[in-house]
């Protein structure tokens, strides 16, 4: 039994309902990608078609497959765009609402688990065979429903600030 590892503390485990990580895990097992499941959860929150909102996101997983920003903090700023964003040049304004909320998502997800990148949270880049099979072996993964958990509640909080 390979010894369990943790992401994020204790702390973190109290901010998020156990309900909605169990409904992680869930999806998890259904190989659901955590940037599918954040992008759905805000896209669903602003009345966008969830599962046009997996598609999207489904390239985006693991660090986008390479251990670069993990996918559950891509999927919140891909909601945080689709409240906050811009389309053409006279809605520019909102970029920079969309700055701070982007700019505020990361500082917070940082503060709770050290790093934005998937190889940072999970000591190990899912890229690099010898180091994937690591991940596997030792289920380094298994964290990452209370991530995405305190992902989707970041999200809800600045996307409500919002209002």
């Given amino acids: 039994m390979?010894?369990?590892f943790?992401?994020?503390n204790d702390r973190t485990r109290r901010l998020v309902d156990p309900e909605l990580v169990a409904k992680i895990d869930r999806d998890f097992?259904?190989?659901l990608m955590c940037s599918q499941?954040?992008?759905r959860h805000g896209a669903g929150k602003l009345g966008y078609d969830e599962e046009m909102a997996m598609l999207a996101a489904s390239g985006f997983g693991w660090g986008m497959q390479c251990g670069e920003r993990?996918?559950?903090v891509t999927g919140?700023?891909?909601s945080l765009g689709l409240k906050f964003g811009y389309r053409d040049f006279s809605e520019?304004?909102?970029y920079e609402v969309l700055k701070e909320k982007q700019a505020e998502f990361d500082r917070r997800f940082k503060e709770q688990f050290g790093s934005l990148t998937?190889?940072?949270?999970l000591k190990a880049n899912y890229a690099d065979p010898d180091q994937r099979k690591t991940i596997y072996a030792e289920q380094r993964y298994r964290g990452c429903s209370v991530l995405t958990a305190y992902a989707c509640r970041l999200l809800d909080e600045l996307m409500d600030d919002g209002e």
């Fill in 2 to 4: 390979p010894h369990e």
């Fill in 118 to 121: 998937c190889a940072g949270i």
């Fill in 6 to 8: 943790k992401i994020g």
């Fill in 29 to 31: 097992e259904q190989e």
């Fill in 76 to 78: 919140a700023l891909m």
């Fill in 70 to 72: 993990c996918g559950a």
């Fill in 37 to 39: 499941i954040t992008f």
């Fill in 92 to 94: 520019f304004s909102n």
